[in-house]
């Protein structure tokens, strides 16, 4: 497991969203700052400043975030949950007040799987608030898949042709940890009879008579 962490990060606004194989789950909608070390650990390049907002590759296996607010009379109000990913990186410059200066600005989403995620982000906004004078720090617990073999995930076979090398469930090679069936392994479909010919068509196989002309009158 490893570890980032997004410095003046704040919880913008939060969705619920349900999808038939995942359930319900909660999108957490975060802005932080671009730091330094959130650059180097998600392996992106400098971003030149002429870029107002740009997206930006790259996604997280997570297992848990904490928030954290800076400010000490608020950190009584700290969250953590479980969360399965981070992604949908954005980066934006954002014009100051003074009509000069420029902030730049790190979105991303969180989904998160705990029950009664919402209502613990909405007591949360409630009580630190949505803005830039209530940010905090917020600690991601990740998976890091790069140090991993292909081969052998946690004792397990893993597929290496769908699903992002997603480790299969234990005792099924069918079916992937997450739940998902392996497209690789599927049933494969019953190969269909090749096309009769024109000549099978017909009833048989027929030979053309030669063109021998009329034939003589008895």
């Known amino acids: 497991m490893s570890t980032i962490t997004f410095r003046c990060a704040f ?17 957490i909608h975060f802005t932080s700052e671009m ?3 959130v650059l180097e650990a998600m392996e992106w390049e400098p971003i030149p400043d002429c870029f107002e907002s740009t997206k930006l590759t790259g996604e997280l296996t997570a297992r848990s975030l904490i928030l954290t607010p800076n400010q000490k009379e608020l950190r009584q109000h700290e969250i953590q949950m479980e969360c399965s990913d981070i992604s949908d990186f954005q980066l934006f410059r ?12 790190l979105r991303f989403i969180a989904r998160v799987l705990e029950p009664g995620a919402i ?3 909405e007591n949360y906004m409630r009580l630190v608030g949505t803005s830039t004078k209530s940010a905090g720090a917020l600690k991601i617990t990740y998976t890091d898949q790069q140090n991993l073999p292909l081969d052998d995930r946690d004792g397990e076979k893993n597929c290496v042709d769908c699903a992002n090398s997603v480790p299969f469930m234990k005792g099924d090679d069918t079916v992937h ?3 998902q069936p392996c497209t690789k392994k599927a049933p494969a479909k019953a190969k269909e009879p090749p096309l009769a010919s ?3 068509a017909d ?10 002309g009329p034939e003589p009158v008895q």
Request: aromatic share 4%.
């Open 11 to 27: 919880i913008r606004y939060a969705d619920l969203r349900q999808k038939e194989e995942a359930g319900c789950f909660a999108r």
């Open 35 to 37: 730091s330094k070390p």
């Open 94 to 105: 954002i014009q100051g007040e003074d009509g000069e200066s420029t902030r730049t600005e």
């Open 119 to 121: 209502a613990r982000i």
């Open 177 to 179: 940890a997450s739940g």
């Open 198 to 200: 024109a000549r099978e």
């Open 203 to 212: 009833g048989g196989t027929h030979q053309r008579r030669k063109a021998t």
